[in-house]
């Protein structure tokens, strides 16, 4: 199942909050299927009709968290704006750091796996992010800095 598909199914969108929740605080090693079947309040059967292992596990959840993040960065405002919301995005998107969570690749095996986190960082995040700022170069904006005023 792709992840649009999954939203369609309350208990598979479950296990992504809650997944995505554990994953953070544990990282990918530290979770177990058991552990987030318990905290789902769901049988590894009904886990495992959604996601085949833990590895498309673990990709369906960034898939999850990382979906959408191109229409913040797409909405109508100033350069300025448009970063200060995007980084209020993430930062409430993600409670340890990211880098965390790109690390904890190296645990994933299925090559087609990676490609799915790599695309899903670069199509919902980086590529957007360096169209906004190429477009604040070619427009000519520059980020002016206000000094700080000493109290």
Known sequence: MDTDRILDHEKAERILREGWT???????????I?????????????LYYYFHDKEHLFVAVL?????????????????V???ERIAVSILESFQSEYNVLLRDREHIKDRQAMLQI???FHQELFDPLIRL???????GCWLVRAPISSR
């Open 22 to 32: 554990l994953f953070q605080q544990k990282g990918y090693r530290g979770v177990t």
């Open 34 to 46: 058991d552990e987030l079947c318990a905290r789902c309040e769901l049988t590894k059967p009904t």
């Open 63 to 79: 898939q999850y968290k990382l979906k959408d993040f191109h229409k913040v960065i797409d909405l109508n405002g100033s350069l």
């Open 81 to 83: 704006e448009r970063l």
């Open 118 to 120: 790599r695309d899903a």
């Open 133 to 139: 700022m190429q477009s604040g170069i070619d427009d």
